[in-house]
């Protein structure tokens, strides 16, 4: 059954070669669903006929969103953690130790009901492509439970063994590091896509989230890294020598983070929501952005630095305090996290890209930073299939 969304008032491809700007808009416009993917777009007066036509009433339609930062399973919630943090106690990684032991102690049906939870909530906001990590379970056992529950749900499955050092290890972190980098590792491939790890004060430094990363790609896993959130560090350096596909945070950065970001394919994957829910400073994307990196837009959701689903929030907050234009946030979000993932199918609507289409309440996808905190999701499409629809 094909699927036709007419009268679009203003139709973001992310094609340039399809329309105006980086963000290839195409205006009085029409887009065709067939087969789960985008079999159409151009001017509607144009349109072809469709077993179905939706009316877009002069609406923006967009790619769905690309979250490519998220630990969603889990259980239990940190509120009091984070009105302590509201009350000027610093954010440090080792509250991650506190959500530890309540996703050990959670049965798979509790985990996957969460997971499941997060994801559709991210759906209903626009966000069509979720990526998952581990880091919540820190033993053989938990952290393979984890990415297998993971694989059920989440688009893209990521190891994260090497998230902070688990409590039973003290401060034993070259023993736990081996152990995240042999059996654990050989545990959890074949659920994931990807192998992260934190390399930060309090979690790993640049040798043992090497020795993990390494150990992983030679898995056949590809590398991602949490980098320079805390403070300036070898993070960053270490994700562009392995050829990471995105450093994640890079909240402090030196000249040489930013040269050496900008001169990779490795992807500076920012996530606003932390800073805004720790009171870090926030990172400086037009930095990036004026020396030639590429950047993307995350949620990084989870229950303790950061506990927001929403893609437009960070859009908001981008635009408003991180000093990127609109067209630039919202290129981040959607086809930044596609670059970050490594995914050619998702983050635009070209004819042959998986059919993820956000019909915002709006005229505009300037209307993201615009209005924030205003829902504005007027209708998804995932896969072709209308989120919220009757089977």
């Avoid at 992983?216 to 590398?223: D, N, R, S, T, V």
């Avoid at 392995?242 to 050496?260: E, I, K, P, W």
């Avoid at 996808?365 to 504005?376: E, T």
Wanted: hydrophobic content about 40%.
């Amino acid at each position: 059954m094909s699927t036709a969304i007419t009268n679009i008032g203003e139709l973001v491809t992310n094609d340039p070669g399809r329309g105006d700007g980086p963000l290839g808009i195409v205006r009085d416009a029409a887009l065709v669903i067939e087969d789960g993917a985008v079999a159409w777009t151009g001017p509607a007066a144009g349109a072809p006929a469709a077993d179905e036509v939706v009316d877009a009433a002069g609406r923006a339609v967009l790619p769905g969103f690309v979250d490519s930062h998220a630990h969603l399973v889990f259980a239990g919630e940190r509120a009091e953690e984070f009105a302590a943090r509201m009350s000027g106690r610093p954010y440090a990684a080792g509250g991650i130790r506190t959500t530890v032991e309540r996703t050990r102690a959670a049965s798979d049906d509790e985990l996957r009901a969460n997971l499941r939870r997060l994801v559709d909530e991210m759906a209903r906001q626009g966000t069509t492509t979720v990526e998952c990590k581990s880091g919540y379970g820190l033993t053989v056992e938990q952290e393979e439970r984890a990415v297998r529950i993971a694989a059920e749900i989440a688009d893209e499955v990521t190891y994260l063994g090497a998230h902070v050092v688990p409590s039973e290890y003290g401060d034993d972190t070259a023993g736990y590091t081996r152990l995240a980098a042999t059996g654990m590792l050989s545990a959890c491939a074949p659920h994931a896509r990807w192998v992260d790890a934190f390399c930060e004060r309090g979690a790993f430094d640049a040798d043992q989230a090497r020795e993990v990363l390494q150990a992983g790609i030679k898995a056949g896993l590809m590398p991602r890294l949490h980098a320079n959130q805390l403070t300036e560090g070898p993070g960053v350096r270490l994700a562009v020598e392995l050829d990471a596909a995105s450093a994640d945070h890079c909240t402090f950065l030196s000249g040489a983070d930013v040269d050496a970001l900008a001169s990779s394919r490795t992807v500076a994957t920012l996530l606003p929501g932390v800073e805004f829910s720790t009171r870090q400073p926030y990172p400086d994307a037009r930095r990036l952005l004026d020396a030639g990196a590429t950047v993307a837009l995350a949620t990084d959701c989870n229950p303790g630095s950061c506990y927001s689903s929403s893609m437009a929030f960070c859009i908001a907050v981008a635009v408003r305090d991180m000093r990127m234009t609109p067209a630039e946030a919202v290129w981040s979000a959607t086809a930044g996290g596609a670059r970050a993932l490594r995914r050619t199918d998702v983050g635009h609507l070209s004819v042959g890209a998986r059919a993820d289409v956000h019909v915002l309440d709006a005229p505009s996808h300037i209307h993201l930073a615009y209005r924030p905190g205003v829902p504005q999701t007027f209708a998804v499409w995932k896969r072709g299939h209308r989120v919220g629809a009757p089977e």
